[in-house]
Every structure is written in structure tokens, then in C-alpha cells.
């Protein structure tokens, strides 16, 4: 019983050290992200020949941010129909909740 006490023990160790050691590197790269970032915005800054073209290098580091407006290709359709969340039936007969549907006389 000792022996697998101790077996467990080691185990949970190594579990808490594993999850610390990959926060730590998590928290690197998240760092390491950061700095690429601000570094690419501060060369678009300084080496982007005009504002259009500055504009254009930051919103392609931040693509969520873009809210640029783009025409649609097809206009919406403005008379279509909902779909219907039942089955259409022919006028004089029996409808699906009615107790003698899709029975054969």
C-alpha cells in the first residue's frame, strides 16, 4: 500500500509540474506574440511610404478589427419566402394533425 501511496504521489508531482512548466511557456509565447506584433505595427509606421498604404499594412495585422463595408456580388432577394415548419396541405383535405391523415378509406 505504501509502494502505491508513493507511486501516486510521484504521479501527481509530475502532473502539477507539467501543467506548470506549459503555463510558463504559454505565458512566453503569448509574450513573444505581443512583441512581433507591436514590432511589425512600428515598421509599418516608420517604413509605409503614404497613410493608405500604413493603413493597409495595420488593418493586415489586425484582420478583426477590419470593418471595411464591401458591396455584395448579388443583391438579397426581398420576396423570398420563410420556410415552413409544417407540411402544406391541398385545399378539402385532411391536414397532418387531423386523426384520419394519410389513412386509406
Known amino acids: 500500500l505504501d509502494d502505491v501511496q508513493e507511486r501516486f504521489d510521484n504521479y501527481q508531482n509530475e502532473v502539477v509540474t507539467h501543467f506548470n512548466s506549459t503555463a510558463n511557456l504559454v ?3 503569448s509574450q513573444s506574440y505581443q512583441e512581433v506584433q507591436e514590432h511589425l505595427a512600428e ?15 495595420l488593418a493586415a495585422l489586425h484582420p478583426e478589427a477590419n470593418t471595411i463595408q464591401r458591396d455584395r456580388l448579388t443583391p438579397p432577394r426581398t420576396a ?5 415548419d409544417y407540411a402544406p396541405k391541398m385545399p378539402n383535405s385532411p ?11
Open 43 to 57: 515598421g509599418a509606421n516608420r517604413l509605409a511610404l503614404d497613410e493608405q498604404t500604413r493603413q493597409r499594412l
Open 27 to 29: 505565458q512566453k509565447l
Open 80 to 84: 423570398a419566402e420563410p420556410p415552413k
Open 95 to 105: 391536414g397532418m394533425l387531423d386523426e384520419h391523415y394519410g389513412l386509406k378509406k
